[in-house]
């Protein structure tokens, strides 16, 4: 009994230290902080990053960052042919770059932004 307590309070001591780490993605942006408007893709599909998934990343000055915050998914199909994976959307983001990755707290894609279809990049 005295195992099973122990690893369910360390099973929740992860999560919540794992969740501490994870900005809160807003749905307005905060009129005190710049908002950038953005190339936002497939990491790996598009901008040439590492991994073997597909994450969510924005291009800023030409620098690519994964994103924490929000996930590819949440933004539509990113296997659709106008998905992530398939084509470079414009987004205005709010955030932080912390250790290589764009920390957003608010993420919305511009509507109707022209979609950039790049082959084999």
Do not use: W
């Amino acid at each position: 009994m005295i195992k099973f307590f122990l690893t369910a309070l360390s099973i929740c001591g992860g999560i919540y230290a794992g969740n501490a780490q994870t900005p809160v993605l807003t749905n307005a942006p905060d009129k005190n902080l710049k908002l950038m408007t953005v190339e936002a893709s497939c990491g790996q599909c598009k901008f040439g990053m590492p991994g073997k998934d597909c994450d969510l990343a924005v291009r800023i000055k030409g620098k690519a960052y994964f994103v924490d915050g929000t996930k590819i998914d949440n933004h539509g199909d990113a296997h659709a042919s106008t998905g992530f994976c398939n084509a470079i959307k414009k987004a205005q983001v709010q955030g932080e770059i912390i250790n290589e990755r764009f920390k957003a707290t608010y993420f919305k894609l511009v509507p109707d932004s022209i979609q950039v279809k790049i082959s084999g990049n």
